[in-house]
């Protein structure tokens, strides 16, 4: 889904058993990213001063999600 403020969607970290979905903020520098990890853990992180896509998905592909969604 993608407006005027901003672009939202599922988004592939490659971790199995891992689903991912990014606000993008156009307006704003800003970014935020869910996980679900394993069907368990629920992790939200917010990025301000920055919407870069990529940055906000290089620190949830840090965290050692694989482990988590393994438990």
């Avoid at 156009?26 to 990529?54: C, H, M, T, W, Y």
Wanted: glycine fraction near 8%.
């Amino acid at each position: 889904m993608e407006d005027d403020s901003k672009k939202q969607g599922s988004v592939d970290l490659g971790v199995k058993d891992v689903v991912a979905y990014q606000t993008i903020y156009k307006k704003d520098p800003r970014a935020e990213v869910a996980l679900i990890a394993g069907d368990r853990f629920l992790i939200q992180i917010e990025s301000q001063g920055s919407n870069d896509p990529q940055r906000i998905s290089s620190v949830a592909q840090s965290i050692k999600l694989s482990e988590l969604a393994g438990r």
